[in-house]
DNA sequence: TTATGTGCAAACTGTTTGCGCGAAG
DNA sequence: CTTCGCGCAAACAGTTTGCACATAA
């Protein structure tokens, strides 16, 4: 079966992977590759939808234990979306080059996004004063967007 | 059927519900009456399960169906809990005076609290770069709490 | 060859919904 | 009396799991 160059990440994910004695399968290769030609707010089942396009039979309970243990070995990251499905993103891709927390607004579902940084003197404060280490990318933050704000005005 | 003491909190909320033309029904009560005698992290299943110990016979669809028009009612607010039950408050309750986020330990589960104006700072910059209007309790937060951060240093 | 990953089907959790009955107003 | 909420069962989405087979190493 022919594939598609693949992109540096993705050698790189599947270098982790053999080093780690882990197994570098069709599957594996798969997500990592949608992962890495994605804009990262992918959920699970839009990746098996590619996948399955990409190298077909591939089935959903697989793309999900992939996803676990490629977290597992820190190679993608996921963030917890209120209400619906995870989104999954490579963690050392071009595109998540900025690391970015995620915004939800509850009124359309949209996403934004947000420096990493913007939440660092939180973090700072957490740390300090609770000794709770803040992962700001691990679950989106809730609210309303300018739009929804003007559009739905009260 | 007898009931304990209605607490303020409660007959506020039930005078709220008549005025807004909804129906006191015994489930609506009962759900009142057990978000108001509770700690504030109580989920669907937890609540249900106390609802019908003073309440028999109360399904938990009817649980969910009161906690949505609650909610809409602006009596209850509800935080997501990222892989596990959205957990329920009374938003004007005793134990909600100082309004606060969650906190979770994603080693231990654990939850944590933290006022609601630590995260101001990063709600005003949000609002005046974006025009994004952070709700900071409608979400939790993760990461790692001390105890597990010490125990499983690496 | 052998441990590890996979496909499949089925379970599971949290939550929602269509239906006819019952009770609040 | 009429409308709204309820109990029930069934559906639903997202995710996980036990098992037998396939395959990377």
Do not use: N
Request: net charge negative.
């Amino acid at each position: 079966m022919r594939h598609t160059e693949e992109a540096p990440a993705v050698t790189e994910a599947l270098a982790l992977l053999r080093e780690k004695g882990e197994r570098v399968t069709a599957a594996r290769r798969a997500v990592l590759q949608v992962l890495d030609g994605a804009s990262g707010h992918l959920c699970a089942e839009d990746i098996a939808g590619r996948v399955d396009a990409a190298e077909p039979g591939v089935h959903r309970a697989t793309v999900y234990r992939s996803l676990q243990s490629l977290t597992e070995l820190g190679i993608v990251a996921h963030t917890h979306v209120p209400g619906s499905a995870t989104i999954y993103h490579l963690k050392h891709s071009a595109a998540a080059q900025h690391a970015h927390a995620h915004l939800q607004c509850t009124t359309c579902e949209g996403f934004f996004d947000v420096p990493t940084d913007w939440l660092a003197p939180l973090a700072e404060r957490l740390r300090d004063e609770l000794g709770f280490e803040l992962d700001a990318q691990h679950a989106a933050l809730l609210g309303t967007c300018a739009e929804c704000r003007d559009h739905f005005a009260d």
